[in-house]
């Protein structure tokens, strides 16, 4: 698998956090024990997205281990600490879930985190870290994995066969373990955390990307057309002209992408509602959310068929 790059991370990182479901982070977050330092384990870690992000919405104090095969990834993330909040990082090849060295990092760890890496991991892998956290007693919280979906705005013919090579190209082996799960991860975690005894709160955290976006939709746009191609080389030409054709619609502003992505928080316990803490937040939560989602969606939806509508010479 290429090596993610910190400009690649960076870049995404504002869209990663927009597009978070706070009632999954809520829900782990009342699942945790307080008065005690939240020990948390985080897998995949790259420059400490997913710290940034869950730092400020934890119980406090937390002591934070990073994990991540490439050093280069781990050094912006050692600059992550802050109030009530420690920080080490550790370089291993977390693929090698049946080492000790591996299965040692869940000792005392009370979270096991990871976000933008489920899908890229297979089933076994993903069976042996639910019975891990389930051995240690740790609540799970796992964000943005891809779901498969993926709709281009405005449609081109080309889209449909280019999102399922690309998908094709999700379940190759990514070194976690064997072929990966791709779009099926979240699925596959909740049957594999639920086969544990634990509680399980899934929600959408979709990409919703409008034209102000016009970087990270370019490098999807590349990324997506290089993976199609490597699975099927006899289509290259076709699958180039449908690059060509979305990277002119994000040059003239009026390219939309919404990418599908989930949420999945995982604990031993009560359910969410039943902590009393939660209760309000709960319900609040819940409205903030789906006006929230509602908004996002309505004005998506609008900002791609306006474009659509508009003549060639304003797009
Ligand atoms: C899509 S990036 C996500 C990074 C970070 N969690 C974020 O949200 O920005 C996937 C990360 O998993 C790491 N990774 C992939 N395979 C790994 C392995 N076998 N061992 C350790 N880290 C791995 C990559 O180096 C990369 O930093």
Redo the contacts with the bound molecule.
């Keep these: 698998?290429p090596?993610?790059t910190a400009a690649w991370?960076a870049l995404?990182?504002p869209s990663?956090h927009a597009a978070r479901s706070p009632h999954v982070t809520r829900a782990v977050a009342c699942a945790l024990k307080r008065n005690a330092e939240l020990c948390v384990l985080?897998?995949?870690?790259?420059?400490?997205?997913?710290l940034r992000y869950l730092a400020g919405r934890l119980p406090t104090p937390q002591r934070w281990m990073l994990?991540?095969?490439?050093a280069a990834?781990l050094a912006h993330a050692a600059r992550a600490d802050g109030p009530g909040v420690a920080v080490e990082t550790r370089r291993?090849?977390?693929?090698?879930i049946r080492n000790k060295s591996v299965r040692s990092l869940f000792d005392g760890k009370s979270l096991v985190t990871?976000?933008?890496?489920l899908d890229?991991v297979s089933e076994r892998w993903l069976r042996e870290v639910a019975g891990l956290c389930a051995d240690a007693g740790a609540a799970a919280l796992f964000?943005?994995t891809y779901d498969g979906r993926v709709d281009c705005m405005p449609a081109d013919e080309g889209d449909e066969l280019v999102v399922r090579l690309v998908n094709e190209h999700q379940r190759r082996d990514?070194?976690?373990g064997g072929r990966a799960l791709g779009p099926d991860a979240a699925d596959c975690a909740a049957d594999a955390f639920a086969a544990c005894g634990y509680r399980v709160q899934r929600g959408r955290s979709d990409w919703m990307l409008r034209a102000d976006a016009s970087e990270l939709q370019r490098q999807l746009i590349d990324g997506w057309a290089f993976a199609a191609t490597e699975v099927a080389p006899a289509r290259a030409t076709e699958i180039d002209l449908w690059r060509a054709r979305r990277l002119e619609h994000v040059t003239a502003g009026r390219s939309a992408i919404r990418v599908g992505h989930e949420d999945l928080g995982a604990w031993n316990g009560e359910a969410f509602d039943q902590f009393p803490q939660c209760r309000s937040a709960k319900a609040l939560a819940e409205r903030r959310n789906s006006r929230r989602s509602f908004r996002s969606a309505k004005a998506f939806t609008l900002h791609a068929s306006e474009r659509r509508t508009r003549p060639r010479s304003q797009a």
């Design positions: 698998m090596d993610f991370l995404r990182e990663d985080d897998l995949g870690a790259g420059t400490g997205s997913n994990v991540d095969r490439q990834l291993l090849d977390i693929g090698r990871a976000s933008a890496l890229l964000a943005l990514k070194g976690l």
